[in-house]
């Protein structure tokens, strides 16, 4: 299984990096605007390999429990954006709680700057719950929560991290992955039904508080 993903983004352009596919000699490593490749990999497609000054670096990698605090802030961000009150400390020891108990995965995309390397902020999140299906009998994941930080929105950030989650569920040998969203959630619906989801047109889903 991969640790991470790292993507850089040139001129408007994503980039992305793995480990044991980016791996080019050094007279490839860059080229000339004039030249283009495309490369079809497992996270992605590199369009273009271009010259130029890195802006932002970004990394998706999955998310430990030292990183519950930054994770717990940005979770705060999303229960507020689902007109909850805030409650930081709340939602930080949430998910200190997931992760302690191993209840969630989460994978987090963090940013850096080229000119400013170093540990970075945290630009989003994908928050997975492990769940089974009786008639398949297998495993599945439910895609609970995915949110970006609006600092760090239009980067490709929200699909980079479902891929890594779809990766990760494919690895632990899951037959598929749930997710809902709000019907007026349109941006989500076009963004999901692109990673192939399909919506559930043969089922009623009900819900009761207690």
Known sequence: MIKS?????????ILIEV???????????????????????????ISSLLRGKE????????????DAQQIGELFNQY?????????TEGAIKYIQERLRKNESVIWMAESESEL????????????????????????IWVLNDLFVH???RKQGIARQLMQAAQN????????????????????????YESEGYAKDNHFLYYERNV
């Not at 596919?21 to 992605?44: M, P």
């Not at 229960?79 to 409650?87: A, G, I, K, P, W």
């Not at 749930?178 to 076009?190: E, K």
């Open 5 to 13: 993903i790292v993507w850089r983004r040139l001129y408007g352009i």
């Open 19 to 45: 480990e044991y596919i980016a791996n080019f000699d050094a007279d490839d490593e860059w080229v000339d605007r004039s030249k283009c490749r495309k490369l079809n990999k497992k996270y992605g497609e």
């Open 55 to 66: 802006q932002m670096v970004y990394r998706v990698r999955r998310a430990g429990l030292d």
């Open 79 to 87: 229960r507020m954006f689902y007109n909850q009150v805030s409650d």
């Open 116 to 139: 400013e390397p170093g540990p970075g902020n945290i630009a989003g999140f994908v928050q997975l719950y492990p769940s089974f299906s009786s008639v398949s009998m297998s495993s």
């Open 150 to 152: 609006m600092d760090h």
């Open 168 to 191: 990760f569920a494919s690895e632990t040998g899951a037959v598929r992955i749930t997710l809902s969203t709000a019907i007026s959630n349109t941006q989500a619906q076009a963004l």
